[in-house]
T-cell receptor, first 114, second 115 residues
Framework: QQQVKQSPQSLIVQKGGISIINCAYE??????FPWYQQFPGKGPALLIA?????SEKKEGRFTISFNKSAKQFSLHIMDSQPGDSATYFC?????????????FGDGTTLTVKP | DAGVIQSPRHEVTEMGQEVTLRCKPI?????LFWYRQTMMRGLELLIY????????DSGMPEDRFSAKMPNASFSTLKIQPSEPRDSAVYFC?????????????FGDGTRLSIL
């Protein structure tokens, strides 16, 4: 019930292309879905997040698409750049319970080739 | 604004030694999380605190691991005795209060190598 499944494990995209990472969750009580970006030698950092009352959220080149009925959400990176090469984690949590505990996906290593 | 501060950044020690990792959360945050990251197991939640009280330590792998949060601005994760399989990057994260203000803010981690 607490799992978040993330795919693919790794992704190689050409510069300028679209990167798409998918996540699926089981617990319908989750109500906050952040994506984190991690560079080598650094901790994960929030990239973008969505609440289930909207189906899409866009910030610059990054978009989250959310499908509540399918219990799935995805990260789209438009016009991917070499600087986007990093590991991306999706997560899910219940905002007002569990003291902010998040359940993380296993991560996707994105490589953007110049 | 200072972020989450972890020390040391790197630790290399011999098997059997005691290891203490330290974390200073963001001021005003009332939840603190300890994670371990390895290639094999990804990002694992070890334990988390709310208002300095341990809420869930089910992720702590063995009795060799212990964590404390004596006050709102400091937490430690201790491994005693350490083993080579404990080698990993250990992250501390904190998150705010109110409606458990998301997201989690991570430190840059402690890279631990047990020889």
């Amino acid at each position: 019930q607490q799992q978040v499944k993330q795919s693919p494990q790794s992704l190689i995209v050409q510069k300028g292309g679209i990167s798409i990472i998918n996540c699926a969750y089981e617990n319908t009580a989750f109500d906050y879905f952040p994506w984190y970006q991690q560079f080598p030698g650094k901790g994960p950092a929030l990239l973008i997040a969505i609440r289930p009352d909207v189906s899409e959220k866009k910030e610059g080149r990054f978009t989250i698409s959310f499908n509540k009925s399918a219990k799935q959400f995805s990260l789209h990176i438009m016009d991917s750049q070499p600087g986007d090469s990093a590991t991306y984690f999706c997560a899910a949590s219940m905002l007002n319970t569990n003291a902010g505990k998040s359940t993380f996906g296993d991560g996707t290593t994105l490589t953007v080739k110049p | 604004d200072a972020g989450v501060i972890q020390s040391p950044r790197h630790e290399v020690t011999e098997m059997g030694q005691e290891v203490t990792l330290r974390c200073k959360p963001i001021s005003g945050h009332n939840s603190l999380f300890w994670y371990r990251q390895t290639m094999m197991r990804g990002l694992e939640l070890l334990i988390y605190f709310n208002n300095n009280v341990p809420i869930d330590d089910s992720g702590m792998p063995e009795d060799r691991f212990s964590a404390k949060m004596p006050n709102a601005s400091f937490s430690t994760l201790k491994i005693q005795p350490s083993e080579p399989r404990d080698s990993a990057v250990y992250f501390c994260a904190s998150s705010g209060q109110g409606s458990y203000n998301q997201p989690q803010h991570f430190g840059d981690g402690t890279r631990l190598s047990i020889l």
